[in-house]
């Protein structure tokens, strides 16, 4: 297994499941000190996953202690190699503007990869789409990823390196029509896709203005579904086979972006799409075999 992150301090959000959980997952596996956090510690009143669930799947890469209090840090102290859980909600600008500061404190300096999974996804149709639920979700997908970003970057400039990575999604692409799709979810993500949208240009303008720091900044979307507990919860029984992509793929896409060259900077990266062009492998979430679809994945 590589150790390609060993030393490297990662701050990875929405890291209660799906694919948050994957990529905290490989990071922690391929060595570095990673910091997750999302509003569910214990439990959620409709979807599987909670922060203490992470932590504890974390547990089989390498010795953790036993959590402590669910709504603070939880998890080891600040050495290298730790895994700690905080609890912030991203909806909330007082939650996350403490958040970055309080995982470098967790985790003994300053955060090196930035990952911004966490996604709000609230689906309707545009005509009677409420107003607030448009703010939640502009403030979770793109006012969040901005703050995160606006405070790990000095200390990344300082250091002359870092990796910032936003997790997109197809469904910011401009519906090709007339005729329009109308199948499945087609006319009812308009407006979570213009938050991903948002997004993207967001990714390509941090790229532009720090090019020359040792900073890199990109978006990976999936090209199919990923069926994380919320997509499946929304689009189940809506999608083919060859709609799907297994979670280990787009996770293997995500952390070659932690770890990508300089000049690799400003890209909406599609996932299947990079693994075929650098010719990568799809392994296991915990980094330790190629990945095999025929073999069932473990749980938590």
């Known amino acids: 297994m590589s150790a390609r992150f060993a030393g490297r301090r990662a701050l990875?959000?929405?890291?209660?499941?799906?694919?948050?959980?994957?990529?905290?997952?490989?990071?922690?596996?391929?060595?570095?000190?990673?910091?997750?956090?999302?509003?569910?510690?214990?439990?959620?009143?409709?979807?599987?996953?909670?922060?203490r669930e992470t932590v504890a799947r974390l547990r089989g890469l390498r010795a953790l202690t036993e959590p402590g209090a669910p709504a603070a840090v939880t998890g080891d102290g600040p050495e290298r190699g730790a895994v700690v859980a905080i609890a912030a909600d991203l909806a909330d600008a007082d939650d996350r503007a403490t958040l970055v500061e309080r995982a470098a404190e967790a985790l003994g300096g300053p955060i090196e990869i930035l990952v911004n999974n966490a996604a709000a996804a609230v689906y309707g149709p545009v005509g009677d789409y409420p107003l607030r639920r448009r703010r939640m979700m502009?403030?979770?997908?793109?006012?969040?990823?901005?703050?995160?970003?606006?405070?790990?970057?000095?200390?990344?400039?300082?250091?002359?390196?870092?990796?910032?990575?936003?997790?997109?999604?197809g469904s910011a692409r401009h519906p090709e029509g007339p005729p329009f799709r109308t199948d499945g979810v087609a006319l009812t993500f308009g407006v979570y896709g213009s938050t991903k949208a948002a997004l993207n240009r967001i990714t390509g303008a941090l790229a532009a203005e720090l090019y020359g720091t040792g900073i890199r900044v990109n978006t990976v979307e999936p090209r199919a579904a990923v069926l994380s507990e919320g997509a499946e919860a929304v689009m189940r029984g809506s999608l083919r086979a060859d709609q799907i992509e297994p979670l280990e793929a787009m996770v293997e896409a995500a952390v070659a972006l932690c770890c990508c060259p300089t000049d690799h900077t400003g890209r909406v990266e599609v996932s299947l799409d990079l693994l075929a062009r650098d010719g990568l492998t799809v392994h296991t979430l915990d980094g330790r075999r190629v990945y095999d679809p025929a073999d069932p994945r473990p749980t938590a």
Not at 34 to 40: E, G, H, K
Not at 147 to 166: F, Y
């Open 138 to 169: 502009y403030e979770v997908n793109v006012h969040a990823p901005i703050d995160l970003a606006q405070a790990v970057i000095p200390a990344m400039v300082a250091a002359g390196e870092g990796w910032i990575v936003n997790v997109s999604s």
């Open 12 to 51: 990875v959000t929405g890291a209660s499941r799906g694919i948050g959980v994957g990529i905290a997952e490989r990071l922690a596996a391929e060595g570095a000190s990673v910091a997750v956090t999302a509003r569910t510690v214990e439990h959620h009143d409709h979807l599987a996953g909670s922060l």
